[in-house]
Antibody
Framework: QVQLVQSGPEVKKPGASVKVSCKAS????????VTWVRQAPGQGLEWMGW????????NYAQKLQGRVTMTRDTSTTTAYMELRSLTSDDTAVYYC???????WGQGTLVIVSS | DIVMTQSPLSLSVTLGQPASISCRSS???????????LIWFHQRPGQSPRRLIY???NRDSRVPDRFSGSGSDTDFTLEISRVEAEDVGVYYC?????????FGQGTKLEIK
């Protein structure tokens, strides 16, 4: 069965970076990209970007350009999302999903606090 | 970016009664391949979103048939024919016709 398992919660100081992983299983990893979505406390869903499982091409939300990098490792079928120069506005649950949005990870809480 | 606007933003429904949520896009979601990439999600508190409907009206497997999606172009609707207790939570529409994907604000459904 398809599963996406994300890394655990993180607490970071303002200005730091965070890297969240998303381990995929149950399907051919290179046939699908991975989408990243975040949700600030009590807020709606925000699309962050996408990384191709096939060739690693990416597409990022404009507001995150320059601060976010999405990568994948086909040998471990894992996708990664790194966000730099964190501020309190980046406090959120971060989700990965298969690009068709039919399967989602469990979410990773990232708290940015001094 | 395409703006997705949902209404209402909250809904209080008696068990067994129908519910309807509207989602409008700021431009047509019809893609050049002839498909319309409009998705509906349901999110319960503390859980990940779950896809209910894709390409406007295709219900995901294991989604009860009381859920249905309809619409075209810029105007879409999610209908629940008979609301059950497990349907509480927030419903989101999302377009993935044109990057960046964009979500509606969400509609919170509660039981009256």
């Amino acid at each position: 069965q398809v599963q996406l398992v994300q890394s655990g919660p993180e607490v970071k100081k303002p200005g730091a970076s965070v890297k969240v992983s998303c381990k995929a299983s149950g399907y051919t990893f290179t046939n699908y990209g991975v989408t990243w979505v975040r949700q600030a406390p009590g807020q709606g869903l925000e699309w962050m970007g996408w990384v191709s499982g096939f060739n690693g091409n990416t597409n990022y939300a404009q507001k995150l350009q320059g601060r976010v990098t999405m990568t994948r490792d086909t040998s471990t079928t894992t996708a990664y999302m790194e966000l730099r120069s964190l501020t309190s506005d980046d406090t959120a649950v971060y989700y990965c999903a298969r690009e068709t949005e039919d399967y989602w990870g469990q979410g990773t809480l990232v708290i940015v606090s001094s | 970016d395409i703006v997705m606007t949902q209404s209402p933003l909250s809904l209080s429904v008696t068990l067994g009664q129908p519910a309807s949520i509207s989602c409008r896009s700021s431009q047509s979601l019809l893609y050049s391949d002839g498909n319309t990439y409009l998705i509906w999600f349901h999110q319960r508190p503390g859980q990940s979103p779950r896809r209910l409907i894709y390409q406007v009206s295709n219900r995901d497997s294991r989604v009860p048939d009381r859920f249905s999606g309809s619409g075209s172009d810029t105007d879409f609707t999610l209908e629940i024919s008979r609301v059950e207790a497990e349907d509480v939570g927030v419903y989101y529409c999302m377009q993935d016709t044109l990057w960046p994907n964009t979500f509606g604000q969400g509609t919170k459904l509660e039981i009256k």
